[in-house]
C-alpha cells in the first residue's frame, strides 16, 4: 500500500491537514497541530547503495537558550560494539548508550535530558527510531529542528512495500480511491506504528525543553 494512502487515512484518525502531491505516491507530508509548535510527517528518499530507501520523518521546532546538537541512533548490534570499544560517554543512562550510539555538543545537558523517564521508555518502544536535535540553519539563534526518523519498510512491512514498489509508476491522484484503500487492519497496524514515532517527538520535545541550559 502506498504511504500517500496511509497517511491519509491517518490522517482522517489523527486530524491535521493532509498534503499529498502529484509526482510520486510517496511525497505526502501531514501537518499536525501541536501546541505551539507543529510537527510535520513526511516521506522521502535517502541513497542507498546504487539505489535509494525511502525514510518516514517525523520534524517539529523549538526554541533553546544556546545552539545545541543532539543524534541518537537507531538501535543495533553494531553500535553496541563500537560504544564498547571506544569506550564512549554513557550520558548517564548506560542501557541506553549500550544499545544506541549517543552523540552530543553539551554532555551535561544531555545527560539531563536522557534522565527523563518518558523520553526512555520511548525510546525503548522503538528501538529502529532515530533522533536527532540542531540548530536551524540561517534561522535566529534559539530555534532548533528535532527530528525523528525511521526505515519506511520497518513502518509499513515488507508486503505493503512490495505493493507500493508495483504501483510507483502508475498515478493514483491526490486522494485514494476505494479500490487502492487499505484494509482496516492494515490503517490500525499503520496508526501504531506512526504513533510510536509520533509520541518519541513529543516525550523528546518536552525532555529537551524541560531543563534550563
Same mark, same amino acid.
Given at each position: 500500500?502506498?504511504?500517500?494512502?496511509?497517511?491519509?487515512?491517518?490522517?482522517? +484518525?489523527?486530524?491535521?491537514?493532509?498534503?499529498?502531491?502529484?509526482? @510520486? *505516491?510517496?511525497?505526502?507530508?501531514?501537518?499536525?497541530?501541536? @501546541?505551539?509548535?507543529?510537527?510535520? /510527517?513526511?516521506?522521502?528518499?535517502?541513497?542507498?547503495?546504487?539505489?535509494?530507501?525511502?525514510?518516514?520523518?517525523?520534524?517539529?521546532?523549538? +526554541?533553546?537558550?544556546?545552539?545545541?546538537?543532539?543524534? /541518537?541512533?537507531?538501535?543495533?548490534?553494531?553500535?553496541?560494539?563500537?560504544?564498547?570499544?571506544?569506550?564512549?560517554?554513557?550520558?548517564?543512562?548506560?542501557?541506553?548508550?549500550?544499545?544506541?550510539? /549517543?552523540?552530543? *555538543?553539551?554532555?551535561?545537558?544531555?545527560?539531563?535530558?536522557?534522565?527523563?523517564?518518558?523520553?526512555?521508555?520511548?525510546?525503548?518502544?522503538?528501538?529502529?527510531?532515530?533522533?536527532?536535535?540542531?540548530? /536551524?540553519?540561517?534561522?535566529?539563534?534559539?530555534?532548533?529542528?528535532?527530528?525523528?526518523?525511521?526505515?519506511?519498510?520497518?513502518?509499513? @512491512?515488507?508486503?505493503?512495500?512490495?505493493?507500493?514498489?508495483?504501483?510507483? +509508476?502508475?498515478?493514483? @491522484?491526490?486522494?485514494?480511491?476505494?479500490?487502492?484503500?487499505?484494509?482496516?487492519?492494515?490503517?490500525?497496524?499503520?496508526?501504531?506504528?506512526?504513533?510510536?514515532?509520533?509520541?518519541?517527538?513529543?516525550?523528546?520535545?518536552?525532555?529537551?525543553?524541560?531543563?534550563?541550559?
Amino acid at each position: 500500500m502506498e504511504w500517500n494512502n496511509q497517511l491519509h487515512f491517518y490522517c482522517l +484518525s489523527r486530524g491535521g491537514t493532509y498534503l499529498g502531491t502529484r509526482e @510520486g *505516491n510517496w511525497h505526502s507530508e501531514l501537518l499536525l497541530e501541536d @501546541g505551539k509548535e507543529p510537527m510535520v /510527517i513526511r516521506g522521502e528518499y535517502y541513497p542507498l547503495g546504487r539505489g535509494c530507501g525511502e525514510l518516514v520523518r517525523v520534524c517539529t521546532r523549538l +526554541s533553546l537558550e544556546r545552539p545545541y546538537e543532539l543524534t /541518537i541512533s537507531s538501535q543495533s548490534l553494531m553500535n553496541r560494539g563500537l560504544n564498547l570499544v571506544a569506550g564512549r560517554e554513557n550520558y548517564g543512562v548506560p542501557q541506553l548508550s549500550r544499545k544506541r550510539r /549517543i552523540r552530543s *555538543n553539551e554532555p551535561s545537558f544531555t545527560t539531563q535530558v536522557l534522565r527523563d523517564g518518558t523520553l526512555r521508555r520511548r525510546l525503548e518502544l522503538s528501538p529502529r527510531c532515530a533522533l536527532s536535535v540542531r540548530p /536551524i540553519s540561517g534561522g535566529a539563534g534559539s530555534l532548533h529542528l528535532l527530528e525523528v526518523h525511521q526505515d519506511m519498510v520497518d513502518l509499513l @512491512g515488507d508486503p505493503l512495500v512490495d505493493a507500493a514498489l508495483a504501483q510507483r +509508476s502508475s498515478f493514483s @491522484g491526490l486522494m485514494p480511491d476505494a479500490e487502492t484503500s487499505p484494509s482496516q487492519d492494515d490503517q490500525n497496524a499503520f496508526r501504531a506504528r506512526l504513533d510510536q514515532i509520533v509520541s518519541l517527538a513529543q516525550a523528546a520535545r518536552q525532555a529537551v525543553m524541560f531543563w534550563r541550559m
